[in-house]
């Protein structure tokens, strides 16, 4: 008989509360583990009985009986959706647009037993009720949501069968559970970086929707570090107007010409090739830090979002969810925040030369 620690009983057993509430010790079990086949009000009754019993579930126990199930009979794993949209003509297909990678997804989902598998809306004619259906067929339950288009056709999903959550604030109605790098961190990383090797006048420029994702991070956060900084060195930021980068020359070149930075925050194409037509050399006469940076990025100081990590958090989100049965849109979305890291490069002034300009000064 397998037993459960009450808070005042000495011990609980299953079949006590299941004789208590008139079911079987099968269907108190399904209630106990929040399984969804259950009728509402035989779940009313076993609660009520689990309630006047002083019921308190052993968690210990709970993850031994887990494991003991799981290893009794060989079984196909779960699958993990991993929803992308195919939009090869949308403005966010540039490679200026990085996302989390199906290898970090996997990573972490074979370690809750699961295996990730890549579905793309759009493809193929396929929409989002279809892809619904389809997921829904295959009995797979839980979603990672990558929206990577502007047409956000991954917003037109019926959530209500499934344990979702998205990557960022790209996806905002409906509200799922998220994961997401801390950019208001990492501009301020960058920022004082830059400051602390002498830089006077920092430049951010990233496109509208860049900032949206990141629920306005980039901007805001640009903003407190230029109340430190005297007005006279203030450099109004540039969000680009289109999300297709190959359009914002023009407007890049004047903000250039008008605002003189000495350091920029922004991407690692088109950029460095506007500034070396501008006649300005990286690091020489202007900084560049990349806003996103990746290890293809050798030649570039940057921010590192550790995307890594934003999978790893996303899959222990949705794991969560399927473990306590939860499905659709939540009440009260949770978000976990990933804070980046500092990447070196000589895109920028290093430190030793800075020292050495302050050791000659001093001089």
């Known amino acids: ?6 808070a005042s009983n000495p011990a609980v057993s299953l079949q006590t509360i299941a004789e208590k509430a008139g079911v079987s010790a099968m269907t108190a079990s399904r209630v106990l583990q929040k399984s969804p086949r259950v009728a509402p009000e035989t779940r009313r009754r076993v609660l009520a009985a689990a309630r006047a019993l002083k019921y308190r579930p052993d968690p210990h126990l709970a993850r031994l009986m887990k494991l003991v199930r799981g290893r009794k009979t060989p079984r196909l794993r779960a699958v993990i959706a ?27 989902a074979e370690q809750h ?4 598998e890549e579905f793309w809306l759009g493809r193929d004619g396929l929409g989002p009720e279809r892809m619904g259906d389809i997921l829904h067929a295959r009995g797979i339950e839980g979603l990672i949501v990558s929206p990577q288009s502007s047409r956000m056709l991954c917003a037109q999903l019926d959530y209500s069968r499934f344990a979702a959550v998205t990557f960022g604030y790209g996806l905002q109605t409906p509200s799922l559970h998220r994961a997401a790098g801390n950019m208001t ?13 002498g830089y006077q006048r920092i430049g951010l420029a990233i496109t509208q929707w860049v900032d949206t ?6 901007s805001g956060a640009m903003l407190q570090v230029q109340q430190g900084i005297p007005r006279q060195r203030r450099v109004p930021l540039l969000l680009f107007p289109h999300n297709d980068l190959c359009r914002g020359e023009d407007v890049f070149r004047a903000w250039m010409k008008t605002h003189r930075p000495d350091a920029l925050i922004s991407f690692d194409t088109h ?12 690091p020489e006469d202007i900084g560049l830090v ?35 049965h939860e499905r659709g849109v939540p009440e009260v979305p949770r978000q976990i925040l990933i804070p980046p890291a500092w990447v070196e490069g000589p895109s920028i002034r290093p430190e030793m030369q800075l020292a050495i300009k302050s050791l000659s000064k001093k001089r």
């Open 290 to 324: 990349v806003h996103d940076w990746a290890e293809s990025m050798p030649d570039f100081a940057g921010i590192f979002q550790r995307r890594d990590h934003i999978a790893v958090a996303a899959v222990d989100l949705v794991a969560t969810q399927l473990l306590h």
């Open 82 to 108: 991993v929803v992308r949209e195919d939009s090869p003509q949308d403005e966010l297909h540039a490679p200026n647009y990085q996302y989390v990678s199906l290898r970090d997804i996997r990573g972490r």
């Open 1 to 6: 008989m397998i037993t459960y620690m009450g």
């Open 271 to 282: 950029v460095p090739d506007w500034l070396r037509q501008l006649g300005l050399r990286i």
């Open 213 to 218: 994702r990141a629920q306005h991070a980039y």
């Open 113 to 116: 037993g699961y295996h990730a």
């Open 185 to 197: 961190v990492g501009i301020q990383l960058a920022a004082a970086q830059l400051l602390a090797r």
